[in-house]
Nanobody
Framework: QVQLVESGGGLVQAGGSLRLSCAAS????????MGWYRQAPGKQREWVAR???????NYADSVKGRFTISRDPAKNTMYLQMNSLKSEDTAVYYC?????????WGQGTQVNVSS
């Protein structure tokens, strides 16, 4: 059993910052990659950022230069530092982990950006 628990969401004004965390626990064995997705009301879930086991990062064009993904392998925790937030960043943010045992999702954390 693998669990992913996100935290750090909340309400912030446009231009502000938030830091999301995703803690993985259980029978992890090896993490191939982890990532963040988000889903805004009435829209499909979209990919935001990804970090591989060797530290390679990739970002969606909409967040490039504003968001930073990172990992602490010792804690099996992933982070998403979100700066210069915009109202269009409002969404439920989901943690995703690509493990040897399969792909897992967290329950999501709400981010609301007020304009």
């Amino acid at each position: 059993q693998v669990q992913l628990v996100e935290s750090g969401g909340g309400l912030v004004q446009a231009g502000g910052s938030l830091r999301l965390s995703c803690a993985a626990s259980g029978n992890i064995f090896r993490i191939n990659a982890m990532g963040w997705y988000r889903q805004a009301p009435g829209k499909q879930r979209e990919w935001v950022a990804r970090i591989t086991s060797d530290g390679t990062t990739n970002y969606a064009d909409s967040v490039k230069g504003r968001f930073t993904i990172s990992r602490d392998p010792a804690k099996n925790t992933m982070y998403l530092q979100m700066n210069s937030l915009k109202s269009e960043d409002t969404a439920v943010y989901y943690c995703n982990a690509d493990l040897v045992l399969g792909v897992y999702w967290g329950q999501g954390t709400q981010v609301n950006v007020s304009s």
